[in-house]
């Protein structure tokens, strides 16, 4: 997304904020160690698909880990696919779908939030290479710069419901 976003506005007088014109993409499709938060990103220009998905779960065997790997996914059609499955199966990596329209529940998300803040909001980028050079760099910094900020964000405590109500129609 390389239009802005507003971080915050008020204003009497109506503004109008620069905004680069055509559509191009940049994706990034991520694994964060849940324990540790490295971070393991494959990124391109083009679209996520299921080759997008293998790339990644051949990076995260490449890693040699010596525990077992379970990779929490959404429910995207391209990671549900008999390809992603067969090879996730063969890396001998574990792959856990959450319920749809969940992604509270994926700890990863809570990082794209984050890269979004940081990158996106209020900022106008001229130039995709900026665009594409200020996500990388807030990535790769998500272990330096960031680390003391993510392990506070990226905590294990996720909000359940002991005795939830629910209202009759």
């Not at 330096?144 to 009759?168: G, I, N, P, V």
Request: hydrophobic letters at 40%; a positive charge.
């Amino acid at each position: 997304m390389l239009a802005p976003f507003l971080g915050y506005l008020w204003s009497v007088t109506r503004l109008f904020l620069k905004a680069p014109s055509g559509r191009q993409r940049f994706n990034v499709l991520g694994a964060l160690n849940a324990i540790t938060h490295e971070l393991i990103t494959i990124t391109n220009d083009a679209y996520i698909n299921s080759q997008s998905v293998c790339d990644l779960l051949w990076k995260i065997a490449h890693l040699n880990l010596k525990t077992p790997i379970t990779l929490v996914m959404d429910n995207a059609r391209y990671q549900r696919c008999r390809i992603v499955n067969e090879l996730a199966g063969t890396l001998n990596i574990e792959l856990l779908f959450l319920p749809a329209y969940s992604p509270n529940l994926n700890l990863i998300e809570r990082l794209w939030k984050f890269v979004k803040k940081q990158c996106l909001y209020s900022r106008y980028y001229s130039e995709f290479t900026s665009f594409k050079n200020s996500i990388n760099n807030c990535l790769q910094q998500t272990h330096s710069t960031y680390k003391q900020e993510l392990d506070s964000l990226l905590t294990l405590k996720f909000q359940t419901f002991q005795k939830s109500q629910f209202m009759s129609p």
